[in-house]
């Protein structure tokens, strides 16, 4: 599977960004899908996954009510709508594919995209 993640950008805190991650090579809507970030300086870390139904969704607390994860099986394209961004959420984000491993989501994913850079500024 290979993974484009695309919408990132500079936004001020408190404004929205929704990132698309586009996936082709295999059936798409056989894998789970997640949304992974990076800030310089830190390890990455879990932000969302979706099941490959859609039906299943998990968050992290830092963005559990703000952001939202979706997919489109017919586009095989996956979906981070960010709100209420704040300075902290500045990252690279990442999307992956594969499995769900509750609470060691990176583990299950088998694939990932190159990232795509999220600037809040305050």
């Known amino acids: 599977v290979q993974l484009q993640a695309s919408g990132g950008g500079l936004v001020q805190a408190g404004g929205s960004l929704r990132l698309s991650c586009a996936a082709s090579?295999?059936?798409?809507?056989?894998?789970?899908m997640g949304w992974f970030r990076q800030a310089p300086g830190k390890e990455r870390e879990f932000v969302a996954t979706?099941?490959?139904?859609?039906?299943?969704?998990y968050y992290s607390d830092s963005v559990k009510g703000r952001f939202t994860i979706s997919r489109d099986n017919a586009k095989d394209t996956v979906y981070l709508q960010m709100n209420s961004l704040k300075p902290e959420d500045t990252a690279v984000y990442y999307c992956?594919?594969?499995?769900?491993?509750?609470?060691?989501?990176?583990?299950?994913?088998?694939?990932w995209g190159k990232g795509t850079q999220v600037t809040v500024s305050s």
């Open positions: 992956a594919a594969g499995g769900l491993v509750a609470g060691h989501w990176e583990n299950g994913m088998n694939y």
């Open positions: 090579g295999r059936t798409f809507s056989s894998y789970a």
């Open positions: 979706i099941s490959w139904s859609g039906g299943r969704k």
